[in-house]
Nanobody
Framework: DVQLQASGGGLVQAGGFLRLSCVVSGVTFDDYAIGWFRQAPGKEREAVSCIATTDDSTYYADSVKGRFTISSDIAKNTAYLQMNNLKPEDTAVHYC????????????????????WGQGTLVTVSS
C-alpha cells in the first residue's frame, strides 16, 4: 500500500525559508505525481505545487510562484518543496499527496485527482 511521510515544517520568521520533504513508500509504478497542498485554519485545503515524474512538469499556485520550488528524486521516491521568502499567509498545515498518472496527462493539481495522502506538517510564519 502507498504511504507518504511528510516532514520539514516548523516555525520561521517572515522572509525565512523551509524545505519540506515527502517520502513515498510502496510505489510500484514509474509514472506518478506528487502534490503539496495546504490548509490554513478556517480555510479549505488548496493546492500549492505539484510535479509529475513523467516529464518533471510542475504546477504552482499563483500565491507561491517565484518563491517556492518543487522537485523530485525518483530513485528515492521523494519530493521536496523549497519555500523561500515565506509570508505569514503561508501559515498552514502542509500535506503531500500521491497519484498514478499516464504519461500523456498534464500534471494534476486538484484535490480529487490525488488518491493517497500523508499526514500534515505544520508551517508557521511569524510576522
Amino acid at each position: 500500500d502507498v504511504q507518504l511521510q511528510a516532514s520539514g515544517g516548523g516555525l520561521v520568521q517572515a522572509g525565512g525559508f523551509l524545505r519540506l520533504s515527502c517520502v513515498v513508500s510502496g510505489v510500484t509504478f514509474d509514472d506518478y505525481a506528487i502534490g503539496w497542498f495546504r490548509q490554513a485554519p478556517g480555510k479549505e485545503r488548496e493546492a500549492v505545487s505539484c510535479i509529475a515524474t513523467t516529464d518533471d512538469s510542475t504546477y504552482y499556485a499563483d500565491s507561491v510562484k517565484g518563491r517556492f520550488t518543487i522537485s523530485s528524486d525518483i530513485a528515492k521516491n521523494t519530493a521536496y518543496l523549497q519555500m523561500n521568502n515565506l509570508k505569514p499567509e503561508d501559515t498552514a498545515v502542509h500535506y503531500c499527496a500521491f497519484t498514478i498518472i499516464s504519461s500523456s496527462w498534464s500534471v494534476p493539481f486538484r484535490l480529487y485527482q490525488y488518491n493517497y495522502w500523508g499526514q500534515g506538517t505544520l508551517v508557521t510564519v511569524s510576522s
